[in-house]
């Protein structure tokens, strides 16, 4: 069946939400009535997703506030079920060329990566992606090397990948669109790609877990005062940071920290150093390469910021920056390691 793609707002998909979803396209699946709001729900729930990603399950992290469900015995349960659900179950004969990297991890999450027969050069997390075929990288595809692996399903995301998404379909090849810009789209997308690829119950298991984990975080931002102020870097020529509205942006709210830009004209956009300094953040974070600490301090009049004087300049090599600027359920991962180089 070919799919086009289009917009879901405030539907259900077999009982998961896809509330302020945009960019998927699904047709013919039925819906069915379920609270829209996860933190709401209190049923307990053992997660039994394939899960490499997150390999650091502890019960008792400084930073794991669990209002949930869960006791230290359900997450013994679960580090039992990752280690030996990896690799899927059973054979399917889709083939899946995937295109983006937020997409990638997720359908390996769900156990489907023996289906990926192609991906892009950034599709580089979990390893086991990295033996299979590239079609090219994120804005330069090859489509005849997409045609010839005869896909049944073509993931795409947005942006520069708009195009190319547009040719598929006018080649009636089956597409699939996704460009999560929030965590609530996040989740949104995992429930979805569970149904695509028939992994519903994983899928859900998975987006409860995510949806009760960031609930935590949520209530323990609320709770905490003083919030260090924190400017993060996400590109050097010319200086660019994220505001409150970017997925970056909201992962900080998460991480109970305050951003010094919290509105800008994009939601990922030009600032001028001048202004950096005037709002003397207290921790600074890159997120791209080429840069150092040295290259921080050395910045005209940035000598004086508190971030320089008491050395809480963090760079790539401190903090994956795929765990913060890719959306998905390494999210988590990389929301305890912003509260770790913040607040410890």
């Not at 050069?121 to 992606?129: G, N, R, S, W």
């Not at 942006?159 to 996704?178: C, D, G, H, V």
């Not at 975080?217 to 870097?233: A, D």
């Not at 390494?330 to 509260?339: S, T, V």
Request: charged share 20%; glycine share 6%; proline share 5%.
């Amino acid at each position: 069946m070919h799919i086009k793609n289009y917009e879901l707002r405030d539907m259900e998909i077999q009982g998961m939400p896809c509330k302020n979803w945009a960019g998927v396209g699904i047709q013919g699946m039925p819906c069915k009535n379920r609270p829209n709001d996860r933190s709401q729900i209190t049923k307990r729930v053992k997660p039994a997703f394939h899960y490499p990603l997150m390999r650091k399950l502890e019960a008792c992290d400084t930073f794991s506030i669990f209002h949930s469900p869960f006791s230290i015995l359900h997450f013994l349960l679960l580090a039992l079920v990752l280690a030996s659900c990896i690799k899927p179950l059973q054979q399917s004969s889709d083939r899946y060329v995937v295109l983006s990297p937020e997409i990638a991890e997720m359908l390996a999450c769900l156990g489907v990566s023996d289906r990926i027969v192609g991906i892009t050069a950034e599709c580089d997390y979990p390893p086991e992606l990295q033996n299979i075929q590239s079609v090219g990288n994120f804005g330069q595809f090859s489509l005849e090397r997409i045609i010839a692996l005869n896909p049944s399903v073509v993931f795409t995301t947005a942006l520069e990948q708009n195009e190319i998404t547009a040719q598929l379909n006018r080649l009636n090849i089956s597409t699939y669109q996704f460009y999560p810009q929030s965590i609530e789209e996040m989740i949104a997308m995992i429930d979805s790609l569970g149904v695509i690829v028939g992994k519903e119950a994983t899928a859900d298991s998975l987006s409860r877990y995510l949806s009760d984990r960031f609930e935590g975080f949520r209530q323990l931002s609320q709770s905490r005062t003083n919030k260090s102020k924190v400017y993060i870097e996400i590109y050097g020529n010319p200086i660019m940071s994220a505001d409150n509205s970017s997925y970056l942006g909201q992962l900080l709210e998460y991480a109970g920290v305050e951003n010094i830009f919290p509105s800008l004209i994009r939601d990922y956009a030009r600032v001028n150093a001048e202004d950096v300094v005037i709002l003397n953040p207290d921790v600074i974070i890159l997120t791209y390469p080429g840069v150092s600490v040295d290259d921080v301090k050395n910045r005209k009049g940035w000598g004086d910021i508190n971030a320089v004087l008491n050395g809480k300049i963090y760079t790539i090599d401190d903090v994956n920056p795929d765990l913060i600027l890719r959306a998905g359920a390494r999210n988590i991962e990389g929301i305890e390691k912003l509260m770790r180089i913040v607040y410890e």
